[in-house]
């Protein structure tokens, strides 16, 4: 099982950028799907989450800013940012508890990364 992160770049405040993240693989079901970011000296923080059913969590400094979202036909999660600021900046990484089948076999659920995506906010 993989995860692919992308859409990452240079955006100016106040403006939009869309990252997505796609899950492939030997993939059975998909349970949590998120997005975290790390901050240079800084600890992994959770952005937002959504569940398999459509239920979403955020960071309160992205509340009303950050919109995620799923499509779960293409394995993928969305997380939609509008009116970045630069305090925004950091590699952002995607998340996913999935259940993976090996030979026909269901394995217990497990969490998998993407390789990080770097967003930078900046006039």
């Known amino acids: 099982v993989q995860l692919q992160a992308s859409g990452g770049g240079l955006v100016q405040p106040g403006g939009s950028l869309r990252l997505s993240c796609a899950a492939s693989?030997?993939?059975?079901?998909?349970?949590?799907m998120g997005w975290y970011r790390q901050a240079p000296g800084k600890q992994r923080e959770l952005v937002a989450a959504?569940?398999?059913?459509?239920?979403?969590n955020y960071a309160d400094s992205v509340k009303g800013r950050f919109t995620i979202s799923r499509d779960n036909a293409k394995n993928t999660v969305y997380l939609q940012m509008n009116s970045p600021k630069p305090e925004d900046t950091a590699v952002y990484y995607c998340?996913?508890?999935?259940?993976?089948?090996?030979?026909?076999?269901?394995?217990?659920?497990?969490?998998?990364w993407g390789q990080g995506t770097q967003v930078t906010v900046s006039s």
């Open positions: 998340n996913a508890n999935i259940i993976s089948h090996h030979g026909g076999v269901l394995q217990a659920p497990g969490d998998y």
């Open positions: 959504i569940s398999s059913g459509g239920s979403t």
């Open positions: 693989g030997s993939i059975f079901s998909i349970n949590a």
